[in-house]
């Protein structure tokens, strides 16, 4: 069974950095794809960046030079730093595997304040 597990979330200011990580159980971590998504109350989860196997990432435009995914295989763990946050980005946090969602964890509260 995989187990997502998503933490670092927070309260920051806007123009602030955090730095996200989740770590994946239950799957050898190296040879999927993996992505992270977030969530607003009241709308539908959206994938913002994902990087695969071969470790080529992509990212939405809203995100784009100031997120930056990245993946620890050995540590079967995934991580998003988050620079230059915006109120916009205020949501919770989760990461899955884009070509295989698995149960989601209970991810990670980001607040960015004004």
């Known amino acids: 069974q995989v187990q997502l597990v998503e933490s670092g979330g927070g309260l920051v200011q806007a123009g602030g950095s955090l730095r996200l990580s989740c770590v994946v159980s239950g799957r050898k971590l190296g040879i999927y794809s993996i992505a992270w998504y977030r969530q607003v109350p009241g709308k539908q989860r959206d994938l913002l960046a994902r990087?695969?196997?071969?470790?080529?990432?992509s990212y939405v435009d809203s995100v784009k030079g100031r997120f930056t995914i990245s993946r620890d295989n050995a540590k079967n763990t995934v991580y998003l730093q988050m620079n230059s946050l915006k109120v916009e980005d205020t949501a919770v946090y989760y990461c899955n595997f884009p070509l295989r969602i698995e149960s989601w964890g209970q991810g990670t509260q980001v607040t960015v304040s004004s």
């Open positions: 990087v695969t196997s071969g470790g080529t990432t």
